[in-house]
Nanobody, 123 residues
Framework: QVKLAESGGGSVQAGGSLRLSCVAS????????AAWFRQAPGKEREFVAG????????VYADSVKGRFTMSRDNYRNTVYLQMNSLKSGDTAVYYCAAGNTGGATSIEEYYSWGQGTQVTVSS
């Protein structure tokens, strides 16, 4: 399985921005669909955004649509999540995942996961 490593989390005030990165351990990552999920304390892990292997097809959760942008650079084996207009409700651990189906929103569709990066938004 491809190994994934997230970075870029931190603490920001509401209305601020962060850019998360997820680097894969191998070039085969360019053949995989990728996604971002998040998990807040006491809540289940939820889908945030997912993209096809080419990056041409991207799906967003309604809660982040218009504020978050997912992109990928297959040359660098990296996917990104640009998060703007952050809200306190965005506070969570953010996970990168790899799978076979671009835009899939179910956790079960992904078989490689990173360790997560903490995002904290204060109001």
């Amino acid at each position: 399985q491809v190994k994934l490593a997230e970075s870029g989390g931190g603490s920001v005030q509401a209305g601020g921005s962060l850019r998360l990165s997820c680097v894969a351990s191998e070039r085969l990552f360019s053949a995989y669909a990728a996604a971002w999920f998040r998990q807040a304390p006491g809540k289940e892990r939820e889908f945030v955004a997912g993209t096809s292997w080419s990056g041409e097809y991207t799906v967003y959760a309604d809660s982040v649509k218009g504020r978050f942008t997912m992109s990928r650079d297959n040359y660098r084996n990296t996917v990104y999540l640009q998060m703007n207009s952050l809200k306190s409700g965005d506070t969570a651990v953010y996970y990168c995942a790899a799978g076979n189906t671009g835009g899939a929103t179910s956790i079960e569709e992904y078989y490689s996961w990173g360790q997560g990066t903490q995002v904290t938004v204060s109001s």
